[in-house]
């Protein structure tokens, strides 16, 4: 790309960016996290795997969730530290791990997959329980909110597996149960290094839509960006920013010239399907265009290891098969080879700061709130001046 065409770029970026149409935006949640605040950042406890047979369990231990020196960390450490290596393979007799809970703080928050209780060793073929300890947080209890634009400012993980997110989910999943409700997946990456690993790592990461009608029509594909910015994102500190409205979902990179997903909704996302109806049932029928990003959302950060639903496709050096029957027992057995690659805090993913503004016309946010006032982005704008530039630089 010519240099004259970058500044045109830049320049109109910045102008969209900072189009007004009379709406404006509020400060409805920022953490700086001088304290780890509970009420807001409720864990997940569960060894369901996030659904994808991952290899964590999402803990409430400090050993894995701490605020120090303002930063959030979550960071990953091995069960057999806590339980014993025997235990983690259920050796010699078997080992049954129950994290039910009993107090509203600890109940667990996931059952399925078998999220509140398992088994290792005889009695289950010789399995292996979830052999890393991590955490999971979120604010589906104390912070919901629909259309703005979000902040969380990280530092990315180092260490072979560790697959890294922040995200968002629907609160009330209106159109039904994943991916009809919809998911915005505003950050996701990879710990290895991209030389050790052909699919990408910490140089990289990724900003997904997911929705569809079920599980096996998930039209992801249509609306995912991996991005490589030429920096170590494991080193320093960024931005990873939400922009959502009616008619525009983008993700963008340290300021919001830097976009990384860009999708205008100028067609339904039924459309997008390609499917007829009947014989299709549409999930988002009678209602706004942009459904089913059309209601309220929460905020999701996460560190999670491994899985088998395609993060992390197989490859000559990776220790486990997606199709494996006992792929925690193979991703241990290869401790030796993954381990060292893990550094401490390093290992961590690491939160500096996380802001929400929501916008002052809608009544759509609950949660702390704050008086800072922004100009709020034109969609008619976005559209129009992003289109423009995209020609530009391809020129």
């Not at 120090?68 to 080992?95: C, H, S, W």
């Not at 910490?202 to 910015?229: A, C, K, M």
């Not at 000559?316 to 401790?335: C, E, I, L, M, R």
Request: charged fraction near 15%; glycine fraction near 8%.
């Amino acid at each position: 790309m010519k240099m004259q065409s970058v500044c045109t770029v830049s320049i109109l970026m910045f102008l969209f960016v900072q189009a007004a149409n009379g709406r404006q935006l509020r400060l409805a949640l920022e953490d700086e996290f001088n304290t780890f605040n509970l009420s807001l950042w409720k864990h997940e406890i569960t060894l369901s795997g996030g659904g994808n047979w991952e290899f964590q369990a999402y803990l409430n231990n400090r050993s894995n969730s701490y605020v120090r020196d303002g930063i959030l960390y979550l960071k990953p450490t091995l069960m057999e530290d806590q339980i014993g290596l025997a235990n983690v393979k259920g050796q010699p007799n078997g080992f049954t791990f129950n994290i039910w809970g009993g107090a509203p703080a600890d109940l667990c928050t996931q059952n399925q997959f078998y999220g509140c209780e398992r088994v290792a060793g005889p009695a289950n073929e010789w399995r292996y329980l979830n052999p890393i300890k991590s955490a999971r947080v979120r604010t589906a209890e104390s912070f919901n909110f629909k259309y703005g634009r979000v902040e969380v400012k990280a530092k990315l993980p180092i260490g072979d597996w560790l697959w890294p997110a922040i995200w968002m989910l629907p609160t009330h999943q209106q159109y039904g149960i994943w991916p009809s409700s919809g998911e915005i997946d505003i950050m996701e990456s990879r710990g290895n290094s991209v030389e050790d690993y052909p699919f990408g790592g910490y140089e990289s990461f990724g900003s997904t839509l997911h929705w569809g009608i079920d599980y096996l029509h998930n039209y992801f594909d249509q609306t995912h960006v991996t991005r490589t910015p030429n920096v170590n994102l494991t080193e320093e500190f960024h931005v990873y920013g939400l922009i959502w409205n009616e008619t525009y979902i983008g993700t963008y990179f340290d300021d919001e010239s830097n976009i990384v997903l860009h999708v205008p909704i100028n067609q339904s996302f039924w459309s997008r399907t390609g499917l007829q109806s009947p014989p299709w049932d549409n999930p988002w029928k009678d209602t706004e265009m942009n459904a089913p990003f059309n209601q309220e959302y929460y905020l999701i950060m996460n560190l999670a290891v491994g899985g088998v639903t395609g993060f992390f496709p197989d490859a000559p050096n990776k220790p486990w098969q997606n199709g494996h029957s006992h792929v925690a027992n193979q991703f241990y057995d290869a401790k030796d080879d993954w381990y060292p690659t893990w550094d401490g805090e390093n290992s961590a993913l690491q939160i500096d700061s996380v802001r929400v503004w929501t916008y002052t016309d809608d009544d759509n946010s609950t949660g702390s709130s704050g008086g800072i006032m922004v100009s709020a982005v034109s969609s008619a704008a976005i559209f129009i001046l992003a289109t423009f530039a995209f020609l530009i630089a391809a020129n």
